[in-house]
């Protein structure tokens, strides 16, 4: 009796037909491939930020570091990623810390990165210590581009080197003069950002970039960090374009560690090697930003009244406008070299001595 039964159950199931079946299993696989996969990999919560290095955390007294015990499959991962662009030597020993009362409104450790060399040490021991004066504790990481600004800024007494970084790029050129702007060394200085920038964000950190030629009143984080999980890029504006469109200026830039960073700032560096000087940094990042790449990238601006182009800044001071709401002065736009020295210690922010 049981075997007639499991004759006629196997008939039957040959009979019937197979296609809601496979059907069903395609479109399961088709969700789970297309939803789950993008949400678990793209996302800005704390799994994301675990997958790149949190998990890490822990807290040593009063400040949050990371652990330096490394598993092994952590470091194979690390080692089988893109290799970096530039390679650097450092100065000193230095711990991945983080603020702590950034950490509380972020979800990722952060660096301040910038680049110098010998023709802008002045303004970089300046902009260094228009920073200590507001007993920021942040990381910084300051690029070399040639031997001479890399001995004086690891040997300069005047700096405070806690949380201070100094590297020497392998790809540097010196200058014995300061660069012009539109000048191709300058350019050639410049251009390299997002080959600096790409590192730093694999490494997991988000990355905040600024220019030496600048002075901080205030903490930018304060404007971004009640913000922080909008956006993927937060980016000050140069002049306006044709039609009002607002262009980027990368003089100062916070970009989240994040793969849809990693991708944008791969296609800005390629970019620039393919123009091979024809086109700025900024006219780059402008048209990266227009891409699909680029749309899929969540932008904030940082707004002209917070952070106002040099000239925008002049202009409000001889018109005695109110300038308490100024978080950071950059002398873009005005002038070469020697007058943006002049006008910055006209205006009382000249720390450095000569």
Not at 26 to 55: K, N, T, W, Y
Not at 92 to 121: C, E, Q, W, Y
Not at 178 to 194: C, D, E, I, M, T
Not at 247 to 253: A, N, Q
Request: net charge positive.
């Amino acid at each position: 009796m049981y075997s007639r039964l499991a004759r006629a159950f196997i008939t039957s199931f040959k009979k019937a037909s197979l296609y809601p079946f496979l059907l069903g299993t395609m479109m399961l696989q088709i969700f789970v491939c297309a939803v789950l996969f993008p949400a678990l990999f793209l996302s800005d919560g704390p799994l994301c930020g675990e997958r790149r290095g949190d998990g890490r955390l822990k807290t040593v007294g009063d400040r949050t570091v990371f652990d330096e015990d490394i598993g092994t499959s952590e470091k194979l991962n690390f080692a089988f990623r893109h290799p970096p662009v530039s390679r650097a030597e450092t100065s000193s020993h230095f711990k991945a810390m983080t603020h702590k009362d950034h950490l509380s409104r972020t979800v990722r450790p952060f660096t301040i990165l910038t680049t110098t060399n010998r023709g802008f040490l002045d303004f970089t021991a300046n902009w260094i210590l228009s920073i200590r004066r507001l007993k920021l504790q942040y990381n910084i990481t300051i690029i070399a581009e040639d031997a001479e600004a890399y001995r004086y800024l690891t040997r300069n007494r005047t700096f405070d080197y806690q949380n201070l970084r100094i590297e020497l790029t392998e790809y540097g050129f010196s200058h014995p003069k300061p660069q012009r702007f539109r000048y191709s060394g300058y350019r050639r200085l410049v251009n390299k950002r997002p080959q600096y920038l790409i590192d730093k964000l694999e490494e997991g950190f988000d990355t905040l970039m600024v220019d030496v030629d600048s002075f901080w009143f205030r903490d930018p984080l304060d404007f971004i960090s009640p913000n922080y999980s909008k956006y993927d890029l937060w980016l000050a504006q140069g002049h306006d374009g044709k039609n009002g469109h607002r262009l980027p200026c990368p003089c100062l830039m916070y970009f989240k560690s994040n793969v849809i960073s990693f991708g944008v700032v791969r296609h800005w560096m390629n970019r620039l090697l393919k123009a091979k000087g024809m086109e700025s940094d900024q006219q780059s990042l402008n048209n990266v930003l227009k891409t699909r790449h680029g749309q899929r990238l969540r932008v904030g601006w940082l707004n002209k009244v917070n952070f106002p182009t040099g000239d925008d800044y002049k202009t409000r001071r001889e018109n005695q406008e109110e300038m308490e709401n100024v978080y950071i002065f950059h002398a873009n736009h005005m002038g070469n070299f020697t007058v943006k020295k002049q006008i910055m210690k006209s205006y009382g922010l000249w720390i450095d001595s000569d």
